[in-house]
Structures are given as C-alpha cells and as structure tokens.
C-alpha cells in the first residue's frame, strides 16, 4: 500500500516561487507515475504536471503550469518535487499529489490515479 505525504505549502506573494514536495512511503515509489493536481474553491481538480517512473522519466505539465514549473523526482528520497515559479493569484489552490503504478498510462487524468496524498495549501496573495 503506497502511501502520499505532501508538504512545502503556505503563502507566497505574486512573482513569488515555491516548492512542494510528495514523499512516497510503504512501496517501491520509483515504479509509480506521479503527478501532481490542483483544486480551488468551486472549481474542478486540474491536473499540473506528471512524471513517469524512473525507467522512462518523462514529464507532462497542464497548460497554466507550462514554462512556471516544474515536476522532478528523486528516487533515494522516494520524493517527487513540484517547483514553482513566477506565481500568480490564479494559483491560490490546495495541490494534491497522486500516482498509480500502470506505466502504460500517462497522463492527467485524475481518475487514472489510485494513490492519493492530503494536499497542501499554496496561497499567493500580496
């Protein structure tokens, strides 16, 4: 049973940057599709950015996080990173880390994932 623990969340001013991180415990976190998601208050879960296992190591990132951030991993910690850059108030949201372990599938979709982490909250306010 794979477990998700996200952390690195809180306030940052617009312009600003931030990372998050997702530590994955409890099974081999390197053979798991990782991604991260994003919810704001009456909207819909989007998907930001998403990176293979570390056989193939390919990455993907939804269209508001294209050239601001970027998804990595780092296989001795069982850590997935998501950095974030040039914030703007429109990414005020609690980002959730999820991962499935099926390398066939890469992508977005949330229902894709089976793993799921409690979120962090990222405020970017002046």
């Known amino acids: 049973q794979l477990e998700l623990a996200e952390s690195g969340g809180g306030l940052v001013q617009p312009g600003g940057s931030l990372t998050l991180s997702c530590e994955g415990t409890?099974?081999?976190?390197?053979?798991?599709?990782v991604a991260w998601f994003r919810q704001a208050p009456g909207k819909e879960r989007e998907g930001v950015a998403c990176i293979h296992n570390v056989d193939h190591g390919w990455t993907t990132y939804g269209d508001s996080a294209k050239g601001r951030f970027t998804i990595s991993r780092d296989s001795a910690n069982n850590t997935v990173y998501l950095q974030m850059s040039n914030l703007e108030p429109e990414d005020t949201a609690v980002y959730y880390c999820?991962?499935?372990?099926?390398?066939?599938?890469?992508?977005?979709?949330?229902?894709?994932?089976?793993?799921w982490g409690q979120g962090t909250q990222v405020t970017v306010s002046s």
């Open positions: 409890g099974e081999h976190f390197e053979v798991y599709v």
């Open positions: 999820a991962a499935h372990g099926f390398s066939a599938y890469f992508s977005l979709r949330p229902q894709e994932f089976d793993y």
